[in-house]
């Protein structure tokens, strides 16, 4: 049976999906926010870790797919990752939600595939956009123990992946990453502030 696809007028409704339903918040998050927020993460990361070595075509593929990485989520929802990773070790690795993503998006998948094949690198530093905006945002907005527990979780993810990109590609500077995850968490109003203030 084939899924029918993702399309435009799709896209166009990102603005009305919400994330972190299984998490209590001050307000909602949708999916064109995550997107938007990966993005400016993705391009800021790209251009401190890679420097020159990285090219305005290079920068263009990494945006493009972080405002798009979430998409099939506009029909299946924000799942989880715990219950992503709980169907996985059910399947057996041959987990259907996968495979009803790549049949919904198939453009994404191949936009992924192609960067495992030639840019596994910018993938990694799209992952640790996605977990920095992750921790943003719960910080800021999470309500109560269980959000507090899911940024603890959020930040042991956020320094494996760091550890795991620094390993696999030593040749780049991946501290860069600690630093805007630092500064976005620990300076959310200066900037703020500083116009309020000034006289």
């Known amino acids: ?3 029918p696809k993702l399309t435009l007028a ?3 409704r990102s603005g009305h999906v919400t994330r972190w339903h299984s998490v209590r918040t ?3 998050q949708t999916l064109a926010e995550h997107h938007y927020m990966v993005s400016r993460i993705s391009h800021t990361l790209a251009k401190r870790i890679f420097g020159k070595s990285i090219d305005d075509t290079g920068l263009l593929k ?3 797919y972080s405002l798009m990485h979430d998409t099939p989520e506009l029909l299946t929802g924000d799942l989880p990752s715990p219950l992503k990773s709980h169907i996985d070790e059910v399947c057996e690795g041959k987990n259907p939600i996968d495979q009803i993503e790549k049949s919904i998006a198939p453009w994404l998948h191949k936009m992924k595939r192609d960067m495992q094949q030639n840019h596994p690198e910018y993938l990694a530093v799209i ?7 992750a921790l943003v945002f719960i910080s800021a907005e999470g309500m109560g123990e269980h959000a507090e ?3 603890a979780i959020l930040r042991n993810q956020f320094t494996n992946k760091l550890k795991e990109a620094t390993k696999t590609f030593p040749q780049y ?3 860069y990453a600690q630093q805007v995850c630092s500064e976005l968490l620990e300076k959310r109003e200066a900037t703020k502030l500083a116009f309020e203030i000034r006289k």
């Not at 992952?127 to 905006?133: P, V």
């Open 1 to 3: 049976m084939e899924l």
């Open 10 to 12: 799709d896209l166009a």
């Open 26 to 28: 001050f307000r909602e």
């Open 62 to 64: 990494i945006m493009d």
């Open 127 to 133: 992952k640790l956009a996605d977990l920095i905006d």
């Open 149 to 151: 527990g899911v940024v």
């Open 173 to 175: 500077d991946w501290t």
